[in-house]
Nanobody
């Protein structure tokens, strides 16, 4: 069993940066793929970024070039560095993990989820 806890959300202005963290307990991200998703009010949850335990990453077009997903050397914490934030990035951000060496953009393929952290970007 894997428990995921996100942190790092908050209220920032457009153009600012923020780093989200997702800490795993129960096991590490080693041999797992991790993902970040977000859900804005009134919208469906959408894929943001994903990373494999060997460091291969993929991003949605809306965040490519602005966001970076990574893990620490111990593979216990996954990060989402968000730069040049825009008001449309406002959402609850969730981290997720799946027991696979392949990253996925589909939320149905992730087994473990965090509780979410709110990111609000003011204009």
């Amino acid at each position: 069993q894997v428990q995921l806890v996100e942190s790092g959300g908050g209220l920032v202005q457009a153009g600012d940066s923020l780093r989200l963290s997702c800490t795993a307990s129960g096991r590490t991200f080693s041999s797992y793929a991790g993902g970040w998703f977000r859900q804005a009010p009134g919208k469906e949850r959408e894929f943001v970024a994903a990373i494999t335990w060997i460091g291969s990453s993929t991003y949605s077009d809306s965040v490519k070039g602005r966001f970076t997903v990574s893990t620490d050397n111990a593979a216990i914490t996954m990060y989402l560095q968000m730069n040049s934030l825009k008001p449309e990035d406002t959402a609850t951000y969730y981290c997720a993990a799946r027991p696979s060496v392949v990253a996925s953009t589909r939320e149905s393929e992730y087994r473990y989820w965090g509780q979410g952290t709110q990111v609000t970007v003011s204009s």
